[in-house]
């Protein structure tokens, strides 16, 4: 008879079982309804399906469909493989290959002849549909590795076989059945299909996928799907991707003529002058807070000797991000090779360096909107959000251990002012601790962490902690912003490096006399100009504040006898700082509001005989009905102190 096992659950109560019991049995021990709601389990740490034997002693903790981040995980797997078995029960010549969770939802890669069409997915759906109605059981058994071959080779599944032989030895094989359809999987999964929320998920699209993504294998068909806990959330998730649509900053920066990408430059950006306007409006604050926070600007070059790049260990572990540039220099026996920047850190200690620094010197902030520019393939760029060429809002400050708390509580204090003036309410705060691999002792890694987490509680309990996600050199914080419909945008960062100021040499003079290695903290806030922008005019649907908007004022005639008032106007607007225009065109002025509200532009003023001879404006603000009209003075009063950027009022 075999020894019982102690069963501990999360409330620390405990309880005896004989070996091999479930985690279903457990549930059913405690209560009915929970048996019926159970979904999964975690057993000591590891999430498991509810049939799987405990042998020990062991924690336990029963989840159902409450648990969010469980729940969304397994209705996502399991839908996963109703679609499999959906789309081999309609077309059965098909192959199956991979289907894991992604963010919202799951993929499924297949081998068909033929290319899945929008009514097959539709098919697919409905026979999803009727395998969740079936409420067929789950079960799941681990195979040897010669059983699972023969098993797929039978049934003319060679890519199941290729992964099969790919498992490391000592792994186990688990076969997963959802009734009577068969895949291989690690698990776990629901109890049954009806577990499924059959209102919850849609089919959204088909894609080419090559096998493991290698583009010498076969070119796959790619099915994506979403899947939510409920149809209320995916009708939220729906709604939210209309509303991205209608937002995507593509689009708009062609409505509102702010940019173009083309094929000569891959992933470098063609700013128009709209879209300057903004950037350097965007600039010309951020330089202003930087300023007013004591950082001292610097510029660095873009081209630099792989010599610095090698010296500060970029050249090892980064080069095939780099692009390289080699010269045959006058008289050289070889050529130099050189690489555009990706990062502007090394540059910033070779400006530290030049003279002796004292520990009087210290924090000493230096900020560089470096132009930096970075390999990224072309399947992943995406606009203003992922790039070739960028320009980032970096600094890096140098100081003394003992510092680096104070510094991240003023970075943090930046940051939020920053964030709140460009609309922005929330972010959050991941804090990522040593990795397995990496540099330093582990008492400079104790302190490091310490500085950071004390500095971050100082401003907030509100973070997250992120283990072993930290860089080699040191930890990390992360800022994440939700922008007007509720997706997060990791931009600002900030990071505690005690690696880089030994490769390249960085000192200061302490006050015992002895030379000492400065602590290099690098941080950005917006992370890069470009994708920030694309992210504000994304957040805004280019309807801009108007301190932020790239053209402030249009001053549209109504008709020709108002042309010269409207010249006065644009005057008197400009005089105030206002990026103010005319538009004198023989157009009907319902044409010219048409165009202007395309084009995004805050305030129109429509000027005709009335305004001429009463010294006044109609006013038409974008987005709202009707008119208002009001004395040019006072226009002019209440525009240029709402133009006024927030820093400066």
Request: glycine residues 6%.
């Amino acid at each position: 008879m075999t020894s019982p096992i102690t069963i501990t659950l999360p409330d620390g109560a405990a309880r005896e079982y004989e070996a091999g019991v479930t985690g279903m049995d457990v549930a059913a021990d405690i209560s009915k309804s929970l048996a019926r709601n159970a979904i999964a389990c975690t057993v000591n740490g590891t999430f498991s399906d509810l049939s799987r034997p405990i042998e020990a002693d062991a924690t336990l903790a029963i989840h159902t469909m409450k648990d969010e981040a469980q729940a969304l995980e397994l209705i996502r797997h399991d839908a996963a493989h109703i679609m499999a078995r959906a789309v081999q029960e309609l077309w059965p010549d098909t192959k199956v290959t991979i289907g894991p969770v992604i963010e919202n939802g799951w993929y499924y890669d297949f081998d068909r002849d033929e290319p899945f069409s929008a009514e097959d997915l539709e098919a697919i759906e409905q026979r999803m549909c009727k395998i969740i109605d079936a409420r067929d059981p789950v079960r799941t058994e681990v195979w040897p590795r010669d059983r699972a071959i023969a098993y797929y080779e039978e049934r003319g599944e060679p890519f199941k076989v290729e992964l099969v032989n790919a498992i490391p030895e000592g792994q186990a094989i688990r076969m997963y059945w959802h009734g009577d359809w068969q895949d291989l999987c690690r698990g776990p999964h629901l109890v049954h299909t009806g577990q499924v929320p059959r209102d919850a998920f849609k089919l959204m699209s088909v894609a080419g996928a090559y096998w493991r993504g290698d583009s010498r294998n076969k070119m796959l068909q790619r099915i994506y799907g979403v899947a939510f806990r409920s149809k209320a959330d995916l009708t939220a998730y729906l709604t939210m991707l209309e509303e991205a649509a209608k937002r995507d900053h593509r689009r708009l920066g062609r409505e509102m003529d702010l940019f173009h990408l083309q094929e000569e430059a891959p992933g470098m950006v063609f700013w128009h002058p709209n879209g300057w306007s903004l950037y350097c409006t965007l600039e010309d604050y951020m330089r202003r807070r930087l300023t007013a926070a004591d950082y001292r600007e610097v510029r660095t070059p873009q081209v630099v000797d792989r010599k610095l790049w090698e010296a500060s260990g970029h050249w090892d572990k980064y080069r095939e991000n780099m692009f390289i540039t080699e010269i045959d220099e006058e008289h050289a026996n070889e050529k130099r090779v050189n690489a555009l920047k990706p990062m502007n850190c090394p540059c910033h200690v070779q400006i530290y360096n030049q003279g002796l620094k004292s520990y009087r010197d210290l924090p000493l902030r230096m900020a560089e909107f470096g132009a930096c520019h970075r390999y990224e393939s072309s399947g992943s760029m995406h606009g203003l959000m992922r790039v070739r060429g960028f320009t980032q809002d970096d600094a890096h400050i140098f100081c003394t251990e003992d510092q680096i708390e104070a510094e991240t509580a003023k970075f943090i204090t930046l940051l939020s002012a920053v964030y709140r003036d460009l609309g922005f309410a929330s972010f959050d705060i991941k804090f990522s601790t040593r990795p397995e691999v990496r540099a330093g002792s582990d008492a400079i890694w104790d302190k490091a962490e310490a500085a950071l987490e004390g500095a971050v509680r100082k401003v907030t309990n509100d973070y997250v902690v992120d283990p072993g996600e930290g860089a080699f050199y040191g930890p990390k914080l992360d800022f994440k912003l939700t922008d007007a419909i509720g997706r997060e945008w990791q931009c600002g960062t900030f990071q505690a490096d005690f690696v880089l100021p030994e490769r390249l040499e960085a000192e200061y003079v302490g006050e015992d006399g002895a030379k000492h290695r400065p602590v290099m903290l690098h941080r950005a806030i917006l992370g890069s100009f470009e994708r920030f922008i694309g992210i504000l005019i994304e957040n805004y649907a280019g309807r801009f504040p108007l301190w932020l908007a790239p053209r402030q004022v249009v001053v549209a005639s109504i008709v020709s006898d108002a042309d010269d008032y409207v010249d006065e106007v644009v005057a008197a607007l400009r005089a105030r700082g206002l990026r103010a225009e005319a538009d004198k065109r023989n157009e009907k002025i319902n044409y010219k509001v048409r165009e202007h509200s395309v084009g995004k532009v805050p305030v129109l003023l429509a000027l005709g005989r009335q305004e001429v001879e009463a010294r006044s404006v109609s006013v038409r603000r974008l987005g709202e009905n009707g008119q208002k009209v009001m004395g040019l003075d006072e226009l002019l009063a209440g525009l240029a102190e709402e133009a006024t950027p927030p820093d400066l009022r």
